[in-house]
T-cell receptor, first 113, second 114 residues
Framework: GESVGLHLPTLSVQEGDNSIINCAYS??????FIWYKQESGKGPQFIID?????DKRQGQRVTVLLNKTVKHLSLQIAATQPGDSAVYFC????????????FGAGTRLAVHP | DADVTQTPRNRITKTGKRIMLECSQT?????MYWYRQDPGLGLRLIYY???????NKGEISDGYSVSRQAQAKFSLSLESAIPNQTALYFC?????????????FGPGTRLLVL
């Protein structure tokens, strides 16, 4: 179950701290973005999304920021908990194409007590 | 997500064997996808289907085939398995009901080709 996380960049944080996971996307025409969380032995789970007409969107303990100028996406997790330990993927979609998501390679978040 | 199920969850097979991975969904979505995931890599699209009569190749379709038996079922076949097809395989579904492409994933099938 840990094989997904091998060779990925890893972010290590202390429990209770805030986490920021970054993603550079590839297509300047992409207009929709999603963050997924993948726990060991499970499929990716939807966390939060954002459209390109927004710069920021907040969910429960999570915030996504979009900087279209530099094609950068970030996921902020407040008060990180052990249950947040997982691999996080960003995905981009260009609705003018054939609606296919393009996934990043992922970042592993390790939360330490 | 229990709305998207995959069988089997684990499979070991030998080089040259034909195998089928199955995916079922109860979300009522029209669109279904097959991805593979390898260590250190993101998800790569194998095939996708926008409805029962629509099948499209993804970026890595060679060595694979699919069948969309019904709106709720989308199966992936490896006609003659080879060791570099050892990977995690995920099925996903989506619709454009909200005007955006949010995909929902099954739990995955871990395949080992010896």
């Amino acid at each position: 179950g840990e094989s997904v996380g091998l060779h990925l960049p890893t972010l290590s944080v202390q429990e209770g701290d805030n986490s920021i996971i970054n993603c550079a996307y590839s297509n300047s025409a992409s207009d929709y973005f999603i963050w997924y969380k993948q726990e060991s032995g499970k499929g990716p789970q939807f966390i939060i999304d954002i459209r390109s007409n927004m710069d920021k969107r907040q969910g429960q303990r999570v915030t996504v920021l979009l900087n279209k100028t530099v094609k950068h996406l970030s996921l902020q997790i407040a008060a990180t908990q052990p249950g947040d330990s997982a691999v996080y993927f960003c995905a981009e979609n260009f609705s003018g194409g054939y609606n296919k998501l393009i996934f990043g390679a992922g970042t592993r978040l390790a939360v330490h007590p | 997500d229990a709305d998207v199920t995959q069988t089997p969850r684990n499979r070991i097979t030998k080089t040259g064997k034909r195998i089928m991975l199955e995916c079922s969904q109860t979300k009522g979505h029209d669109r279904m996808y097959w991805y593979r995931q390898d260590p250190g890599l993101g998800l790569r699209l194998i095939y996708y289907s926008f409805d029962v009569k629509d099948i499209n190749k993804g970026e890595i379709s060679d060595g694979y085939s699919v069948s969309r038996q019904a709106q709720a079922k989308f199966s992936l076949s490896l006609e003659s398995a080879i060791p570099n097809q050892t990977a995690l395989y995920f099925c996903a579904t989506s619709d454009l009901g909200r005007g955006q492409e949010t995909q929902y994933f099954g739990p995955g099938t871990r395949l080992l080709v010896l």
